[in-house]
């Protein structure tokens, strides 16, 4: 089979399309024909060298993955061939808190990921997909999609007319855009470009911030909120962001970290988490129960990921340098066969 690999780090030049053997099924396996991959920020991480230097090379990458089941091994009951599924990024959490060892069977490191033509996977570590999705659509759902859902549902106990404030137009932000909006809540959103935030006022943002031209934008959100702070910020920017996180919030409300674009360090005042409670949540992406849940209200609800590009298989390194740029609006999308 034709699969890419990370063979060194540090380049998108060090990402090579190579062949393997075509994998085979063990007992209580499935063969996945991947049809779709997306790409993420981790997987840039991942490419640099960044996110797990000590991960061995060489490396199939991308956590992202969607497809049909060709083949099953003996004992599998869950799926049958031809069934529409994606894999777990979390291929081992099934339900329940996140564990060291649930946390070690990450698809795309130290696991071979999504970027080839097939993947073995064991039967508990795939969901089925929407009907009403794309192979391409359905490949965003289990980083992106899981982590947003996990961040504003599984934690943060969304409910209609919460104030939710959204970081950047990225695939989690996007995702968390369309979940909250879902259930009836108020959505501001920060980016530094008109052009998105003009997007994002079309899925239904209430409120948006030119993060630019309104650098003390968590003033802003604490107005928009009607002056007792937002229930839930999604928090993707890391060190240079999170003190404003923590001056927009509600007393009481959640901080959800799931981003480090502006790097992972900084001096912090921790006594407004003292004094006002809030609650600063990290967010792993999350288990199978998260992505089954998540799934059906996006079949109830007839939603779809928002797709910025979709690259061919061969034009993967062009989908890494898309995401790298920053420009992209939602997910990058990669097909495969």
């Known amino acids: ?15 090579k399309l190579t062949s393997r053997p075509a994998p085979t099924p063990g007992p209580g396996q499935i063969l996945l024909r991947i049809r779709a991959a997306s790409i993420n920020f981790r997987d840039h991480l991942m490419l640099l060298g960044s996110y797990n230097p000590k991960q061995r090379l060489p490396l199939i990458p991308l956590g992202d993955g969607a497809g049909e089941v ?8 869950r799926f049958k061939p031809g069934d529409r599924v994606a ?15 649930r946390l070690r069977t990450t698809l795309g490191g130290p696991l071979d990921g999504m970027l080839a033509e097939y993947a073995v996977l064991p039967e508990e ?56 909006k879902a259930h009836g809540a108020r959505v501001i959103v ?34 928009y909120s009607g002056g007792t702070g937002v229930d839930n910020v999604i928090e993707v920017g890391g060190a240079g962001t999170f003190e404003k996180s923590l001056k927009c919030v509600r ?14 360090a900084t001096n912090l005042n ?8 809030i609650r600063v949540q990290g967010i792993t992406v999350g288990s199978r129960d998260d992505f089954e849940a998540m799934n059906r209200a996006i079949s109830q609800g ?36």
């Open 1 to 15: 089979m034709k699969a890419f690999e990370i063979q060194a780090w540090g380049s998108v030049e060090n990402l």
């Open 70 to 77: 060709t083949e099953v091994g003996a004992g599998v009951t």
């Open 87 to 101: 894999g777990l990024f979390n291929q081992r959490w099934m339900g329940g808190p996140p564990t060291r060892e």
């Open 125 to 180: 570590g795939a969901v089925f997909i929407p009907e009403h999705l794309s192979f391409e659509e359905a490949a965003a759902l289990p980083i992106a999609g899981v982590t947003a859902w996990r961040a504003l549902v599984s934690y943060g106990s969304l409910k209609a007319g919460d104030i939710v404030l959204v970081q950047g137009t990225g695939g989690v932000s996007v995702f968390a855009l369309q979940f909250a």
């Open 190 to 223: 920060t980016s530094s470009s008109d052009e998105k935030l003009e997007r994002a006022r079309a899925l239904g943002a209430d409120h948006t911030i030119n993060y630019r031209t309104k650098p003390d934008w968590e003033r802003l959100a604490w107005d």
């Open 251 to 264: 007393s009481g409300g959640q901080v959800s970290v799931i981003g480090v674009l502006s790097g992972v």
């Open 270 to 277: 921790v006594l407004p988490v003292l004094m006002t409670s």
């Open 302 to 337: 007839r939603l779809r990921p928002v797709l910025d590009k979709t690259y061919s298989f061969e034009e993967a390194r062009e989908a890494y340098k898309c995401l790298a740029s920053g420009q992209h609006f939602g997910k990058i999308a990669i097909r495969v066969n």
